[in-house]
């Protein structure tokens, strides 16, 4: 028994020891930063490719950041969007993190489809 409780205290602290598993690093890309798109399009072509499609779908309709679009069309995960909060802005601006394959992305979504309007306060 006693041989048992030590072989087993032994198991247990050399995977302490040891840690967890050793996982890929996720690279952080901000799509707000100039030459990003650039440097993305030289590192990583097919990611660039995926990134294009992403904004060109987001510009022709950016209320599609709100649902699940960038899941279901591009398998993204993890995909934050803030929809209450906008960047005062001329047009407004939101922010949108995703993660596609091994890299955190995150960008502004240009919302041409809100508008607002000036009114005098009472």
Same mark, same amino acid.
């Given at each position: 028994?006693?041989?048992?409780? !030590? &072989? ?9 020891? =040891? ?11 901000? %799509?707000?930063?100039?030459? =990003? ?20 779908? %987001? ?16 398998? !993204? ?10 960047? &005062? ?5 939101? %922010?949108? &993190?995703?993660?596609?394959?091994? =890299? ?19």
């Amino acid at each position: 028994m006693k041989l048992l409780i !030590a &072989t087993l205290a032994m198991f247990c602290s050399t995977l302490v020891l =040891a840690g967890p598993p050793a996982s890929r690093q996720q690279r952080n890309v901000d %799509l707000r930063t100039p030459h =990003a798109l650039e440097h993305l399009r030289n590192s990583d072509p097919a990611a660039y490719e995926q990134i294009e499609k992403i904004m060109t779908g %987001l510009r022709e309709k950016p209320n599609r950041a709100e649902g699940d679009w960038l899941k279901v069309n591009f398998n !993204a995960r993890d995909v934050n969007f803030s929809r209450l909060v906008f960047r &005062t802005s001329l047009p407004p601006v939101q %922010l949108l &993190t995703f993660t596609l394959r091994d =890299a955190r992305y995150t960008m502004y979504v240009v919302r041409t489809d809100v508008t607002g309007r000036a009114q005098p306060v009472h």
